[in-house]
């Protein structure tokens, strides 16, 4: 216990520095920024401001961007009440309830109440990771390369195939990241690999260009063709925020329900917010007394939602903290910001920089506490956002994009890279194909790679090293169930098609 709380003294005395300060209110007003204008996203927010941290402390960045990414799950609920347009992907369960209370002239409760919500969700997953993450870190230390390459290869598929409606596609995405990441020189021979000659290839592909590109871009891309300009309600004052009795007294079991889902769901790679929301309101309407309610403006279908998804943001940390394996794409740049620095991301992160680790995990308490303080009195600011003509909006964050990653390395090659990268995410979006499993693949491409070597150098070649431990037999019958499941539903996905051509 006293090595706890002398954690928690160290996370707060980092956090609570005037520099870390600075970040993470930064990071909170852009994230709920962001996520209140729809169509730009958590990841493209990172992205953006991912060239930053270059020149910044990795605490700092890790706290900037970290407040950017449980910053825009707290906006994005505004523009989803207010004009049923969801900010970011996990708000767009709130659009179900959220929106016709919204017309019922209860805009400003419902933006209240889901401030409260998030608030609760984000608080009840910092202590889950405060509680777990060092036991999972304990058992972590334990692991060998044989059984680091076994779980990065589980965080993989487990990603490409858990939330994807066609998890061939994406594990044919995670193997396109790989190839990506694999692009310089090998760290083994020094022989460069799919440089095709080119002396500007030979430290890689940047992770900027990728990240920026690729969600960025294509993001802007896709919004342009379908959001136009919507009126916002105008009217919404204190007294009209303040929810009544009956609101309050049916709010707490659905926020403890969500946070349980989101907490869970959120540790688990490849699932996240997104699966957490709707869990939480396909709960909510089956233990509900009156389920017709839902759809109709209950309060309890935007109050489970918000919650599991804000628990869900923050307990997706503990896998990217405490072993080094990002279990979504926003969590492959929170890993990048450590790799750029040069620390090693893994369980050796809290016993080597313990102000690191708890600094960060602190700091979501500050940023939490920010974007309640926030949130409330800035909605009238954010509804005057919404107004923005999107022909202005749009081209102005490209020139943004464009600025960013030419900083980085003062590479034109960067910049066709981004452009090229933001053309092969929008194609992807439009075929149907998922980029977050790229991302990861990209970033956790060499690590898989460079673990596998080890193993086999240290067996002297012999693959049964894979075996040799109830551990690594565990994981690999994982991946095995993992492939199996992609295999099921892609054929039962094949066999739909031609019952569906016949009608």
């Known amino acids: ?30 994230g709920t920024l962001v996520g209140v204008i729809p169509g730009i996203g958590t990841l493209a927010a990172m992205s953006l401001l991912f060239p930053l941290t270059f020149y910044l402390d990795p605490i700092a960045g890790l706290v900037m961007l970290g407040g950017i990414y449980y910053g825009t799950t707290y906006g994005g609920s505004t523009a989803s009440i207010l004009l049923n347009l969801p900010g970011t992907p996990s708000n767009a369960v709130v659009c179900f309830d959220g929106y016709p209370m919204a017309q019922q002239g209860r805009a400003g409760v419902a933006l209240f109440m889901t401030t409260i ?19 999972v870190v304990s058992v972590a230390l334990e692991f060998g390369s044989v059984e680091y390459f076994l779980l990065m290869l589980v965080g993989l598929l487990a990603s490409a195939v858990v939330a994807n409606a066609a998890p061939i596609r994406g594990i044919a995405m995670v193997v396109l990241g790989v190839l990506l990441g694999l692009v310089g020189v090998d760290i083994n021979s020094g022989a460069p690999r799919f440089t095709f000659g080119t002396f500007a290839l030979l430290d890689g592909i940047s992770l900027v260009a990728l990240a920026m590109g690729l969600f960025g871009v294509s993001e802007i891309m896709a919004s342009v063709r379908g959001l136009k300009s919507a009126k916002v309600e105008k009217n919404i004052s204190m007294r009209t925020m303040l929810p009544t009795r009956d609101d309050w007294r049916r709010t707490p079991m659905p926020m403890v329900r969500g946070a349980t889902i989101g907490s869970f769901l959120g540790a688990l790679p490849g699932t996240g917010g997104i699966l957490a929301s709707f869990m939480a309101y396909a709960l909510e309407t089956r233990v509900a007394k009156e389920p017709e309610r839902f759809g109709k403006g209950a309060i309890e279908g935007i109050m489970a939602p918000e919650t599991a998804n804000n628990a869900a943001d923050q307990t997706s940390f503990i896998p990217t903290l405490a072993l080094g394996i990002p279990g979504t794409a926003s969590m492959a740049l929170m890993l990048g910001v450590l790799m750029i620095h040069g620390i090693s991301p893994g369980p050796t992160l809290m016993v080597q920089r313990p102000e690191l680790f708890w600094g960060v995990i602190m700091s979501f308490w500050v940023g939490n506490i920010l974007l309640l303080v926030l949130n409330i009195p800035l909605i009238g600011v954010w509804m005057r956002i919404l107004t923005i003509p999107y022909h202005i909006l749009y081209p102005s964050v490209l020139v943004l994009v464009c600025i960013g990653v030419y900083s980085v390395n003062y590479s034109v090659l960067d910049v066709a890279f981004v452009c090229g990268f933001g053309v092969l995410g929008y194609l992807m979006r439009t075929l149907d194909f998922p980029a977050a499993p790229l991302l990861l693949g990209y970033v956790l491409g060499p690590l898989v790679e460079q673990h596998f070597r080890r193993a086999m150098v240290l067996s002297y070649g012999e693959f049964s090293t894979f075996v040799g431990s109830k551990l690594s037999i565990s994981l690999l019958a994982i991946v095995a169930g993992i492939l199996l499941y992609a295999l099921w539903r892609s054929w039962l996905s094949f ?7 016949s009608k």
């Open 117 to 135: 919500a998030s608030f609760v969700g984000g608080s009840i997953g910092i202590v889950v990771i405060m509680l777990f993450s060092p036991f």
């Open 1 to 30: 216990m006293s090595e706890f709380l002398a954690n928690i003294s160290l996370g707060l005395t980092t956090a609570l520095t005037l520099n870390n300060l600075l970040y993470c209110a930064i990071g909170v007003t852009l």
């Open 495 to 501: 066999k739909r098609r031609p019952a569906l051509a």
